[in-house]
């Protein structure tokens, strides 16, 4: 018998409930514990177990699979096992950077040209992200060191904007917050907030990239 609207929407409310606490688990249990590849490697697995059971309660088998598949993938790496869905498209003498590493420098990215619409110059901007955000030397590669801050983080751009890092999650954070750039006004505070939040979250992705500390 098909369930009544409300009925649905009830066991929608209580799915996304039983999702929320269960995600929530997953990351702050044993929150004293270091956080090591290993854990943290759980955790995401244990998260994405979560979301599965999400769509298996909404009657979405197939769906609820595809998340299950990928913890069973994440949780394996703990085993030394690589499933193929983790393994790399092609191996290059050079290994690429991390999404996680794009996500940061489209920040750094948004963060300057924020400032910039706030009024400051582009070495001026530059000095600022780097005041307020110290570990953003470490998003530099080990060739872009001997440039400057501002000569680097306008290369960043340049590369995602024109498709030359093959990186579709670093690009599009690129693109929906030039998008929202776009939208303030000039000089308006609210372009210094946007950039302080992009700084914010640059310092997140810093720390999860070091699970270690």
């Given at each position: 018998?098909?369930?009544?609207?409300?009925?649905?929407?009830?066991?929608?409310?209580?799915?996304?409930?039983?999702?929320?606490?269960?995600?929530?688990?997953?990351?702050?249990?044993?929150?004293?514990?270091?956080?090591?590849?290993a854990?943290?490697?759980?955790?995401?697995?244990?998260?994405?177990?979560?979301?599965?059971?999400?769509?298996c309660?909404l009657?979405?088998?197939?769906?609820?699979?595809?998340?299950f598949e990928?913890?069973?993938?994440?949780?394996?790496?703990?085993?030394?096992?690589?499933?193929?869905?983790?393994?790399?498209?092609?191996?290059?003498?050079?290994?690429?950077?991390?999404?996680?590493?794009?996500?940061?420098?489209a920040?750094?990215v948004?963060?300057?040209?924020?400032?910039?619409?706030a009024?400051?110059?582009?070495?001026?901007?530059?000095?600022?992200?780097?005041?307020?955000c110290?570990?953003?030397?470490?998003?530099?590669?080990?060739?872009?060191?001997?440039?400057?801050?501002?000569?680097?983080?306008?290369?960043?751009?340049?590369?995602l904007?024109?498709?030359r890092?093959?990186?579709?999650?670093?690009?599009?954070?690129?693109?929906?917050?030039r998008?929202?750039?776009?939208?303030?006004?000039?000089?308006d505070?609210?372009l210094?907030?946007f950039?302080?939040?992009q700084l914010?979250?640059?310092?997140?992705?810093?720390?999860?990239?070091?699970?270690g500390?």
């Open positions: 018998m098909p369930l009544s609207d409300d009925e649905a929407k009830l066991k929608l409310l209580k799915a996304a409930v039983d999702l929320y606490a269960i995600v929530s688990q997953a990351f702050v249990q044993e929150a004293d514990a270091p956080r090591t590849d854990n943290e490697r759980e955790r995401y697995a244990g998260a994405l177990v979560a979301v599965g059971q999400f769509f309660a009657a979405d088998r197939r769906l609820g699979d595809r998340f990928l913890a069973s993938a994440i949780g394996d790496l703990n085993n030394g096992t690589l499933h193929p869905l983790l393994q790399p498209v092609r191996a290059d003498n050079r290994r690429a950077d991390t999404s996680q590493v794009w996500r940061a420098r920040r750094a948004l963060a300057l040209e924020a400032l910039v619409q009024g400051l110059s582009q070495d001026a901007a530059a000095a600022q992200l780097a005041r307020k110290r570990g953003i030397a470490g998003l530099v590669g080990r060739r872009a060191r001997t440039s400057s801050l501002q000569t680097t983080i306008v290369g960043w751009r340049k590369r904007l024109a498709g890092v093959k990186n579709f999650v670093g690009r599009e954070v690129l693109l929906a917050g998008e929202k750039i776009r939208h303030l006004r000039k000089q505070a609210g210094v907030e950039a302080d939040h914010a979250e640059l310092a997140d992705v810093l720390g999860a990239l070091s699970p500390s």
